[in-house]
Nanobody
């Protein structure tokens, strides 16, 4: 089974940019749809978006669309989450996961393999 590991978090100024990475141990990501989620302090986890096995298709929730970009490099076995123009309310722990088999992969419940997360803090 793929075990995702998130990295790249840190402190970023509002309006800047930050790229998170999701790497995998075990089986390659090439066989997996990969999703991102986040959880802010005191709030429920929310789904950010997903990318297909080949990387040709992406989906984002409406609040994330336009500022977050998910990409995939199957040769390097890594999935990226590019944050553009982040805002203080984007401060959260960000997680990645592979989608459960046969699940469409567009909601949190389609994922069952979340990593430990990486903290992102957006300063104003």
């Amino acid at each position: 089974q793929v075990q995702p590991v998130e990295s790249g978090g840190g402190v970023v100024q509002a309006g800047g940019s930050l790229r998170l990475s999701c790497t995998a141990s075990g089986r390659s990501f090439i066989y997996s749809r990969v999703g991102w989620s986040r959880q802010a302090p005191g709030k429920e986890r929310e789904f950010v978006g997903t990318i297909s096995q080949t990387g040709a298709n992406t989906y984002y929730t409406e609040t994330m669309r336009g500022r977050f970009t998910i990409s995939k490099d199957n040769a390097k076995n890594v999935v990226y989450l590019q944050m553009s123009n982040p805002k203080p309310e984007d401060t959260a722990v960000y997680f990645c996961s592979t989608a459960a088999p046969l699940r469409p992969g567009v909601t949190l419940k389609d994922y069952d393999n979340w990593g430990r997360g990486t903290q992102v803090t957006v300063s104003s």
